[in-house]
């Protein structure tokens, strides 16, 4: 009798808490949606803010202006290549050459200027025509030979990384070096090669950083606002649909290797000129540093997918994270490992974050 | 009457805020076929899934063979007895792996399987499977060097080899020829006289006139109607979209109206073929369309009808032949060529040839319809949103498409939206020959009705070929309706079919 009577209050009015409750938690899970919305786009760029915030504070010569543009001319040329590998991400490829385009194109620059005494301009020029021809030899292989995309430009990176050494039996170019029919070079680099690595605008900000910025600005507009770009990405996204809608993917497909060629034998152009000769062991691990810039891109702004912007974020965030911690004092050899783990996270972040985010909408 | 193998009692099944089944009741007994129809989104799919042990039900309760029915998984459900043969063969089957391998494939899977089978006892097990769904082939060949009705009698061997109570086919004919169709129907009625209970999905009348034993209408996530045989498909269809019909009376006014415009407007045909042979094996054969006509090439998967639009659209080579296009020569060297000249095509399988996938910034509804005439409205390649904008809203209204605006994601709408969208796609620029790849793929009968009112309505402007499987949906669209097979019109049957369309 008794228990009967002793009927628990939240029993009796069961409806009412149940109702708010089940509101209050719809509310919260809406909040907890769109902070997940905010953060899929966001956070990347507020983790970057962290970290230069934990280095200024650590570290005060951080925030200085000279530290912050050698960041950035450090990691401009990595940029540079990764724009260029954005472009065949998008176009449904993927360029593994950029390194050896980039490697061979500054052993180029070095050839024409010591070995046939060419000025800057044909250094220039020269480098740029071994890009684009490096870029429709891939396309070739990939368009008209059907190889496939990863394995056509991995056949052309160890093609190019063995051709870079021939010309001078496998020895750096500088004045002096010694050719393998017995010659010794007289050429040297002139300043005007020279300024295009060194010279500072203003005093202040490095000239491939403003190559860096003028190309991004110029492949961000291209992409994301043109209907070139458009076409690029309705190839990678399904190519018979682009090619039965009028588009002629085959050229876009080239073209879009020609544009990583080239803007990767720029980058090839700015080794030389910043080293001042003709390093066979230039442009080694630029590749994976690249790929993982483009990589990194996914995640900024919600992209989820191949985008300029987000490839030179990338790849300011590795060298702001190198940077600070070799002011920090962090080791050499951790480097790779750091750039490992930022790699690893950014792409679970945005393939799981950004699948979940989808499921609840 | 014998107890039901299978009985769903008051299932329910909730995503988010939307409801999908609402206290759903249904028994199905040893050696019956029941049709379950069903406009798109109408809970078809997540009834079979929640039976086939994808889903778990939000509420009510199951039974199978007297016994509560839980299935924790897919595989838990085929175990328990409910096997399930999905509509898209590629993802059930391994190309590269022998006929024998595939047929065993569940076996090989399953971690309690001895780690070693030699091939001639896998030869030895596999062949009654093979046997028992009547496939007489040899079974170390590869299963992609088989057709593709073969490769589904290989997963439909499959899902037999537990001994299922209940057999789920979900649109087991949306790829197979008229035999082809006839010998799976065989299939199913030997499995019917075994005692299998069979839950059939399909969009097609046909199929469920020949095979279903009961109708179950699905509408907004109840069941609204269970009919015994024999079936008046009419009313099911209209009890399906609870809407009725369109009129027969309009249709032949519309369709006697179109022809006389036909006949005044044109003496001579916008679009014809001459000597046409595809490939260089098949009989040639010619065929003219008039402007303002709508003429179905009628015929099955496979016999070459994809192959014809494909040469018409430049996208394909025709062995030998000339066709001509309002009197001139017609020698499209690509797709852009085609388009260029007012040729469309909307290809079959939205998804493979016309639709991008989510990862594309632009797979909206403004940039879908857009892309084909990107050169054409951006000649200095700078993308103007406006203009994009203004064409979306005009094809939204004229389609009836249902969304909130022109930038609606493609994979959030409808199968039967987003074909809408691939449809109005070729109609935001005029053309002058439109070539439609079997339109009504995955599209429910409400949606098929309106598009066919709007391929009528703009009929006069053109000449349209509809390429089509199944007849009715030919007749129900065409003016004149051709057989088409074997890479050729059939000359013998095309008068005849004629005769019938819309006369």
Request: with cysteine.
């Amino acid at each position: 009798m008794k228990t009967s009577t002793s009927i628990p209050p939240e029993v009796v009015s069961e409806t009412h808490p149940v109702e708010h409750e089940r509101s209050v938690r719809r509310g919260r899970l809406r909040g907890l949606h769109g902070l997940r919305a905010h953060l899929e786009r966001t956070g990347m760029l507020l983790v970057l803010a962290l970290l230069v915030i934990v280095f200024a504070v650590n570290q005060p010569a951080f925030l200085n202006i000279d530290n912050l543009f050698s960041i950035l001319q450090a990691v401009s040329i990595v940029a540079l290549l990764g724009i260029g590998v954005t472009v065949t991400l998008a176009a449904g490829g993927f360029d593994l050459s950029v390194g050896s385009v980039a490697a061979s194109a500054q052993m180029a620059a070095s050839y024409v200027l010591i070995v046939w005494h060419g000025n800057a301009f044909e250094a220039v020029v020269a480098c740029l025509a071994l890009g684009i021809a490096a870029g429709l030899f891939n396309g070739f292989l990939i368009t008209r030979l059907r190889v496939p995309d990863q394995l056509a430009t991995l056949g052309t990176l160890f093609l190019l990384a063995g051709l870079q050494l021939i010309p001078t039996g496998g020895r750096s170019l500088a004045t002096g070096t010694i050719l393998p029919d017995g010659t010794e070079t007289t050429g040297t680099f002139p300043d005007a090669f020279l300024a295009l690595g060194r010279l500072r605008l203003f005093d202040v900000v490095p000239l491939p950083v403003v190559v860096l910025a003028v190309l991004t600005v110029v492949a961000c507009i291209v992409m994301e606002t043109t209907r070139w770009g458009r076409v690029i990405y309705a190839i990678g996204g399904n190519e018979t649909a682009a090619r039965l809608a009028g588009a002629p993917t085959a050229r876009y497909r080239i073209a879009a290797y020609v544009a990583s060629g080239a803007i990767a034998s720029l980058g090839g152009v700015l080794i030389a000129a910043r080293v001042g000769r003709g390093d066979v062991s230039a442009g080694h691990s630029m590749l994976l540093d690249a790929v993982a810039a483009a990589l990194v891109g996914y995640a900024v702004w919600g992209a989820k997918r191949p985008n300029v912007f987000g490839t030179v974020v990338g790849a300011v965030f590795v060298g702001v994270l190198l940077n600070g911690l070799t002011m920090l004092n962090a080791p050499y050899y951790m480097q790779d490992f750091i750039k490992g783990v930022l790699l690893v996270g950014a792409l679970a972040f945005t393939f799981s974050v950004g699948r979940a985010a989808d499921r609840h909408a | 009457m014998t107890a039901p193998i299978l009985t769903v009692a008051a299932v329910s099944k909730r995503f988010g805020p939307t409801v999908a089944l609402d206290r759903v009741d249904l028994s199905i007994r040893a050696g019956e076929v029941v049709a379950l129809m069903g406009a798109n989104g109408a809970g078809k799919s997540t009834l079979v899934k929640i039976l086939s042990g994808v889903y778990g039900p939000d509420g009510g309760e199951l039974w199978l063979r007297g016994q509560p029915f839980r299935p924790a998984s897919p595989h838990d459900a085929k175990q328990l007895g409910i096997a399930t043969v999905h509509q898209s063969i590629a993802d059930a089957v391994v190309p590269t792996l022998s006929i024998a391998d595939n047929l065993l494939l569940d076996r090989l899977c399953d971690p309690t399987s001895p780690w070693r089978v030699p091939p001639a006892v896998r030869r030895q097990t596999a062949a009654p499977l093979a046997a028992r769904v009547g496939l007489d082939v040899d079974l170390t060949a590869p299963l992609a060097s088989l057709s593709l009705a073969s490769q589904q009698l290989v997963t439909l061997a499959r899902a037999l080899a537990t001994r299922p109570a209940l057999l789920i086919l979900d649109e087991p004919t949306a790829s197979l020829s008229a035999p082809e169709a006839e010998r799976l129907f065989g299939l199913i009625d030997r499995l019917r006289a075994e005692g299998v209970a069979i839950l059939l999905v399909s969009h097609r009348l046909g199929d469920l006139r020949r095979v279903a034993g009961r109708v179950t209408i699905v509408r907004d996530g109840r069941i609204v109607a269970d009919l015994p045989a024999p079936i008046d498909f009419d009313a099911a269809v209209e009890t399906m979209i609870g809407r009725p019909l369109r009129s027969n009376a309009a249709a032949d006014t519309n369709a006697n109206a179109t022809a006389a415009a036909a006949a005044t407007a044109a003496s001579s045909a916008c679009f014809s073929v001459r000597d046409l042979q595809l490939t260089s094996a098949s009989v040639p054969f010619d065929l003219d369309v008039q402007r303002g006509e709508i003429v179905a090439i009628a015929g099955p998967v496979g016999g070459g009808k994809s192959r014809f639009a494909r040469a018409i659209f430049g996208a394909g080579r025709a062995a030998s032949g000339t066709m001509t296009l309002d009197g001139k020569a017609w020698r499209p060297r690509s797709p852009a060529d085609a388009i260029r000249a007012g040729v469309f095509l909307a290809g079959e399988d939205r998804w493979r040839t016309s639709l991008f996938p989510d990862s594309v910034p632009f797979a909206s509804i403004a940039g879908t319809l857009s892309f084909p005439f990107l050169s054409r409205w951006f000649k200095y390649g700078g993308l103007k949103r406006a203009r994009e904008q203004r064409a979306a809203l005009e094809a939204i209204e004229r389609f009836g498409i249902r969304c909130t605006g022109p930038d609606d994601r493609l994979n959030r709408l409808s199968g039967g939206n987003q074909q809408k969208v691939v449809l109005a796609r070729w109609h935001t620029q005029p053309a002058r020959l439109l070539l439609l790849d079997e339109p009504f793929q995955g599209v429910d009968a409400g949606a098929r009705a309106d598009i066919v009112d709007t391929l009528r309505r703009h009929a006069q402007e053109r000449a349209t070929l509809v390429f089509v499987s199944d007849l009715e949906e030919a007749f129900e669209i065409a003016d004149r309706v051709v057989r088409f097979d074997r890479a050729t019109l059939d000359r013998v049957s095309q008068s005849d079919f004629t005769s019938h369309a819309r006369s």
